[in-house]
């Protein structure tokens, strides 16, 4: 098991960047394919992107492609969501989370059930 903690979020005007982080601890992170989610009110937890053991395959979703990034520092247990030209339907609690099925370079998954272990999330809130 590893225990996931996000920081970074906050309230931003539309257009402006704002990068999350995920610090791990427990388990050895490279063991872990890492993904954020999000969810706003109303809503069902969404994926937003995926980043693989190896670092080297990195997947997004359709509406967030072209603008955000993911990224891991294993060095420092932490996987980052670079997020630029912020939109008002960016707006939601993101969430950090971790796979410990996959092998080294294959790709993360996108639904929430392959994900074991969850952050608690942090609130990106995005004004017109």
């Known amino acids: 098991q590893v225990q996931l903690v996000e920081s970074g979020g906050g309230l931003v005007q539309a257009g402006a960047s704002l990068r999350l982080s995920c610090a791990a601890s427990?388990?050895?992170?490279?063991?872990?394919?890492m993904g954020w989610f999000r969810q706003a009110p109303g809503n069902e937890r969404g994926f937003v992107a995926g980043?693989?053991?190896?670092?080297?395959?990195?997947t997004y979703a359709d509406s967030v492609k072209g603008r955000f990034t993911i990224s891991r520092d294993d060095a420092k247990n932490t996987v980052y969501l670079q997020m630029n030209s912020l939109k008002p339907e960016d707006t939601a609690l993101y969430y950090c989370?971790?796979?410990?099925?996959?092998?080294?370079?294959?790709?993360?998954?996108?639904?929430?059930?392959?994900?074991?272990?969850w952050g608690r999330g942090t609130q990106v809130t995005v004004s017109s």
């Open positions: 989370a971790a796979d410990s099925s996959r092998r080294w370079n294959t790709p993360p998954g996108r639904r929430s059930d392959e994900y074991g272990d």
């Open positions: 427990g388990r050895t992170f490279s063991s872990y394919a």
């Open positions: 980043i693989s053991r190896s670092g080297g395959i990195t």
